[in-house]
């Protein structure tokens, strides 16, 4: 009973954070509201939360890393791949060994190997904590994008190094040799494990689809299932349940364009992993928030294994670890940046030397968030022999710092930056997107009309299949001519005007219904099916691209 009453807790404290962002006068991060509510949870009421790291690790990493595979922009990524592959592996090891180095002579009395653990936790950036941040100062599309396939990347290469360092913590010995080579069985074979889980899973799902029909429940479910059982499988043979858990949403970005599902089904898959995402990321930020007032309540305990007695130096150590990884994070984005324009200019590519706020801007969106937190928890509470894991609450309260503390600066210092910032232009997908709608438009005639000669030798009545098919591909030769290039832009403009006059019927539409419900000249059977043909074509009219 009790673990229910905690669940339902911080599932609150998620909800309320929204509204309350929303309704503070300065713009305050959702993560950080998260956390403060998370704090007055922890400190009013009796309830406290022990954290198995195993079990941790499990309920939240699989789905959150298998979702951000499977939604992030494939083409963008690609297109930026240099990019992001320098700052997710490069400035990863940079930041593992460096951090690890500097963390251990800082604090001689937290062990190599968990200054290294605790260096591969801060390491992952969070881009929902930056789009949190910036959500009343756009961050321009290609800059998230990056952001996006980096997070993604260097959430994977960090918790892998984590890995390895809490295996050379519990040992107390390290090969590198013998590293090595795990390392690329790990990787490897957690990323064959997880494409093969989602081909497999997406071919039996699609066989029975086609024998005895698609239950929309069930679907969902199998999604849900699908990086549960990437990570848990990978972890039976040894290798990293959350590499499995990226590539099996990678692949399942791929396995949906493909194979079919229904629209329905997609529609509320969609639905249901949106309040997933969300629900776990405001879970693992309102935990921080709840552990925090015993993380502090054991500061002294905490500090006298450094060396110290006042408290103050671990908020010390906490802001020279955010210098550290923000001096290593500015240089490393500046010297990438500056390779990307060497490489083009090789290539006789024309390159627009950036903005130094692009590149400052770029440093102070490598925020930490829920995977930092999330890994550090899951540092082990004993070693092999029974003795308690070193300077565990150590590393946990400087992650945690280093993810609050990075949360405030940026939201700061990105709203300053991002403010009149632009990236070099980027070509236009307009005239892809038009060229897609035409050939869709084209193919679609010709099935119907193939569909109405069909029809027409069937059962005779050949004029009143023709009647109803030529309504419905006007429709379609209508949308080809309003696409040519000549017309393009009026019927942008067109659209534009014709969705706002179809929103403002919509809502007339929903006033009146509401009117002949309380008068009870319609039943609340019929107002629900109307409402719901509705908000359909409302959803649709405001978020075009989602449908």
């Not at 951090?99 to 290294?116: E, Q, R, S, Y």
């Not at 319609?522 to 405001?542: V, Y």
Request: proline fraction near 4%; include cysteine; hydrophobic fraction near 55%.
């Amino acid at each position: 009973m009790e673990s229910v009453s905690i669940v339902l807790f911080l599932l609150l404290a998620v909800v309320v954070s929204g509204a309350v962002s929303r309704m503070l006068p300065v713009s305050v991060p959702t993560p950080l509201v998260q956390i403060l509510l998370g704090g007055v949870i922890g400190l009013s009421t009796s309830y406290r939360v022990d954290l198995d790291p195993e079990l941790f690790l499990l309920l939240f990493l699989p789905p959150l890393l298998f979702l951000d595979g499977w939604r992030i922009p494939k083409d963008e990524l690609f297109k930026d791949v240099s990019v992001v592959v320098e700052l997710a592996l490069g400035l990863v090891l940079l930041t593992v060994v460096g951090m690890g180095f500097f963390i251990h002579w800082m604090i001689p009395a937290m062990p190599l190997a968990v200054a290294f653990a605790l260096a591969a936790v801060v390491s992952p950036t969070d881009p929902i904590a930056v789009s949190a941040i910036a959500a009343r100062v756009p961050i321009p599309k290609r800059m998230m994008h990056i952001l996006e396939g980096e997070s993604l990347l260097n959430d994977a290469s960090g918790l892998v190094c984590l890995r390895f360092a809490i295996a050379a913590a519990l040992t107390g010995s390290f090969s590198a040799g013998a590293a090595t080579l795990n390392f690329l069985w790990v990787a490897g074979a957690g990323l064959a494990i997880g494409v093969a889980v989602t081909i497999a899973v997406s071919k039996v799902k699609a066989w029975v689809t086609q024998k005895w029909g698609e239950d929309s429940g069930s679907q969902i479910l199998v999604s849900l299932l699908i990086p549960f059982g990437s990570y848990l499988l990978a972890e039976h043979a040894h290798a990293s349940g959350i590499l499995a858990a990226v590539a099996a949403g990678v692949t399942m970005a791929f396995a949906d364009i493909t194979r079919q599902a229904m629209a329905v089904t997609r529609m509320r898959r969609n639905s249901v992993w949106d309040t997933i995402q969300f629900s776990l990321n405001g879970i693992i930020f309102v935990l921080l928030g709840e552990q925090l007032p015993g993380i502090l309540k054991g500061a002294k305990q905490t500090v006298a294994l450094t060396g110290h007695a006042a408290p103050w130096w671990l908020a010390l150590y906490v802001v020279a670890i955010v210098a550290g990884l923000a001096a290593l994070r500015f240089g490393w984005v500046w010297a990438s940046l500056k390779l990307t324009i060497l490489r083009k200019r090789q290539r006789q590519e024309a390159m627009q030397t950036p903005d130094w706020r692009l590149i400052a801007a770029m440093s102070f969106a490598g925020v930490r968030g829920a995977i930092t937190l999330a890994g550090v928890l899951t540092l082990p509470l004993a070693l092999n022999d029974g003795t308690p894991f070193p300077a565990r609450d150590l590393a946990i309260f400087l992650a945690a710092g280093v993810i609050i503390l990075s949360l405030i600066i940026a939201s700061i210092a990105l709203p300053i930056l991002l403010k009149g910032l632009t990236m070099p232009a980027e070509p236009s997908k307009q005239a892809e997107e038009d060229a897609a709608r035409i050939a869709a438009a084209q193919a679609a005639i010709q099935a119907i009309e193939r569909h109405q000669h069909a029809l027409a030798e069937d059962h005779g009545e050949a004029d009143v299949y023709a009647a109803a098919g030529g309504r419905i591909m006007d429709l379609y030769r209508e949308r080809i001519e309003g696409l040519s290039e000549e017309r393009a832009e009026d019927t942008r403009v067109q659209e534009k005007l014709l969705s706002e006059f179809r929103l403002i019927g919509i809502q007339a539409e929903r006033r009146t219904l509401m009117q002949l419900v309380r008068a009870r000249k319609a039943g609340s059977q019929t107002a629900q099916k109307i409402i719901r043909d509705l908000d359909l074509s409302e959803a649709k009219l405001r978020h075009p691209a989602a449908h």
